[in-house]
């Protein structure tokens, strides 16, 4: 009698090893569990220095006298629903491989993944918007930093959309993707808030 074939798990044992399996994205290449975590928390704890030094930037240049506050597009709102909703997503995801539910895996990683596109989209959007009333990037100090604050952060969910594509192919294929969809969920949640704090900052002045 054959052996029979084992059945893939959602549950974030076995074969995957972070961001879409093996060889998946900036912390995998076949990492141990273990390691695949402490490799996302480093990343992220680099990222936080990151936007740190620039919010201490952001503060210490905004008193001199050529700082001229630019006025947030009301879109921004939108776009932070946006996101709330798409790291909603992601943790229903998280929570659904945990239970070894996999179409609500799939489900959840679809909308995360939409309402983070969404959100880039609009985030797009405001730019052109900014654009066309005049506020350009040379204009003023106020619009380079939100110009380069908006563009930082949109660039790390572009990267984390990757990782996201990787670990949504898989799933539709059947693979194990419990670890790969809990470090989603974490990076997602990490960019909220940041982006909660970068959106109170802009606002405050």
Not at 31 to 37: C, D, E, F, I
Not at 76 to 97: D, E, F, P
Not at 109 to 117: D, H, I
Request: proline share 6%; net charge positive; aromatic share 14%.
């Amino acid at each position: 009698m054959p052996p029979m074939k084992a059945t893939p798990r959602l549950t974030g044992r076995g074969g995957d090893s972070g961001w879409g399996g093996n060889g998946g994205g900036p912390f995998t290449g076949g990492l141990p569990l273990p390691k695949a975590k402490l490799g996302l928390w480093v990343f992220m704890g680099v990222v936080t220095v990151l936007f740190s030094i620039i919010i201490s930037a952001y503060n210490a240049r905004r008193g001199f006298p050529d700082w001229q506050p630019l006025p947030e597009p009301r879109l921004l709102w939108l776009n932070t629903g946006a996101l709330i909703v798409s790291s909603v997503a992601m943790q229903w995801a998280r929570v659904a491989a945990h239970r070894g539910r996999p179409d609500d895996v799939r489900v959840a990683l679809l909308v995360g993944g939409v309402f983070a596109w969404a959100f880039l989209a609009g985030q797009l959007w405001a730019w052109q918007q900014l654009g066309a009333s005049g506020y350009l990037v040379a204009t003023n100090p106020a619009n380079s930093f939100f110009y380069l604050i908006t563009a930082l952060h949109g660039l790390h969910l572009l990267g984390g959309l990757g990782a996201w594509a990787k670990t949504t192919v898989k799933v539709w294929r059947g693979f194990d993707v419990g670890l790969s969809v809990q470090l989603c969920a974490v990076y997602w949640h990490f960019l909220l808030v940041v982006w909660l704090v970068l959106f109170g900052l802009m606002l405050s002045t």
